[in-house]
């Protein structure tokens, strides 16, 4: 993964009509990635409170329009919003990404998944393996989102009632992925870029610990 300021972009085109004939599967994971780059940006330690700004919104635009997006695939609105989602997470993720990616990018190396359903399937566990040092950000996000339950707590029942809504698979072993290789995969999230930026320094056997329960659904 290669980061440089000569690759950014100049214009960025949010084109919903592109999105329409996306398929359901698809809307979920990749709109579940979006919110996994605004939620990360918000729990790195990094000093950059107006990528922290974006992130809240991006996560608030997540909350009201994915499930609309996945339910009609027309819904231009919602697929227009969750673009803008999608961008602000890309820009707000200029603070730092974490665990989920660093997870993430060697599951998808080895076992050739969905980037997004990855995300997706380890945000939980992840953010409860990162609760001692996220409890602020948690407790401002809830109330950002005007969630039925605040804290942290109340983050995490949005995440798990958004995956069930949307039909992202609960545990990594529904995807095909077990438990055989955490050891070695843990090994590879510390050496990725983004667990330099995660709130708390995991060791490889955290990261293997992190991934056996994403495995077999322990949160």
Not at 24 to 44: I, P
Not at 131 to 152: C, N, Q, T
Not at 154 to 177: C, F, M, N, Q, S
Request: with cysteine.
């Amino acid at each position: 993964i290669i980061f440089h300021p000569r690759m950014l972009p100049q214009i960025v085109i949010l084109d919903p009509e592109l999105t329409v004939g996306l398929p359901r599967t698809l809307t979920a994971a990749t709109g579940m990635d979006a919110l996994s780059h605004n939620l990360e940006a918000l729990c790195s330690p990094l000093f950059h409170p107006m990528a922290e700004g974006i992130g809240m919104e991006g996560a608030r635009l997540v909350r009201q329009f994915l499930p609309r997006a996945v339910a009609d695939g027309g819904d231009i609105h919602a697929r227009t919003q969750m673009l803008v989602a999608s961008s602000m997470g890309a820009t707000a993720f200029q603070r730092g990404l974490g665990a989920m990616h660093a997870l993430a990018h060697p599951l998808g190396a080895i076992y050739d998944a969905h980037h997004g359903t990855l995300n997706a399937i380890l945000m939980p566990y992840v953010l409860r393996a990162n609760a001692d040092a996220i409890v602020p950000v948690a407790e401002r996000l809830s109330r950002y989102l005007e969630l039925p339950s605040k804290g942290l707590d109340g983050v995490v029942d949005w995440v798990l009632e958004l995956r069930r809504d949307i039909g992202i698979p609960p545990t990594l072993a529904d995807i095909g992925i077990g438990a055989e290789r955490v050891a070695e995969i843990g090994v590879m999230a510390v050496a990725d870029p983004s667990a330099s930026t995660n709130p708390i320094p995991f060791t490889g056997d955290q990261y293997a610990k992190i991934l056996d329960c994403a495995v077999n659904g322990i949160l």
